[in-house]
């Protein structure tokens, strides 16, 4: 937990020091464990956060292509996962009234407990509702690579699908 909290830090003050155009800080947390669990025993509210900071890198007139460090965290049983990775992605802007639409990709490092420690991918699709001009309302559909399972379950499953609920801060 302590990375975590070191990391977001880091995040943070990288992007009150980035000079360019509009920083965006996401903060998610995976709908299916707020709300319901699921079924390898993780109760309702189980705590798995996702955390991105978005940096610009080209603009168009309504439209941003956008790097970001990339962090995700969640108490589940059969050890706490832990995925720390960089990706690049494209958000276009207002395609209807006031929602935004983005897709990225990532690859970074997935730790599961003591099962299970490498590297995997994600492409993610976002929807974001506008409600200031700094702030949104976001839904983020995440397919990961899950090799972890693997490792704990014996699953035969290599992708698995995550819906996360969350804001959008523009700094």
């Known amino acids: 937990m302590k990375k975590i909290f070191l990391l977001l830090v880091v995040l943070l003050s990288c992007s009150y020091s980035y000079s360019q155009s509009k920083i965006n800080i996401t903060v998610h947390h995976d709908a299916k464990l707020l709300l319901i669990g699921d079924d390898k025993g993780n109760d309702a509210i189980t705590f798995n956060i996702l ?4 940096f610009p890198i080209k603009e168009y007139m309504s439209s941003t292509l956008f790097a970001y460090p990339v962090i995700e ?5 059969g050890g706490n996962y832990q995925r720390y ?15 935004d ?5 990532d690859y970074g490092n997935l730790k599961r407990g ?15 509702y506008s409600i200031t001009d700094r702030l949104k ?10 090799p972890d399972l693997k490792a704990l379950y014996n699953s035969k499953t290599s ?8 804001v959008k801060f523009s700094l």
Do not use: T
């Not at 955390?51 to 978005?54: G, L, P």
């Open 51 to 54: 955390v991105k900071a978005e």
């Open 73 to 77: 965290y969640a108490d589940l049983i």
């Open 85 to 99: 990775g960089a990706g690049i992605g494209y958000n276009i802007h207002d395609v209807f009234r006031n929602f």
């Open 101 to 105: 639409l983005g897709i990225s990709v």
């Open 114 to 128: 003591s099962a299970y420690d490498g590297f995997s991918a994600n492409l993610n699709g976002e929807v974001a």
């Open 137 to 146: 309302v976001s839904y983020v559909y995440q397919v990961g690579e899950r």
């Open 159 to 166: 992708f698995i699908g995550s819906g996360f609920i969350g």
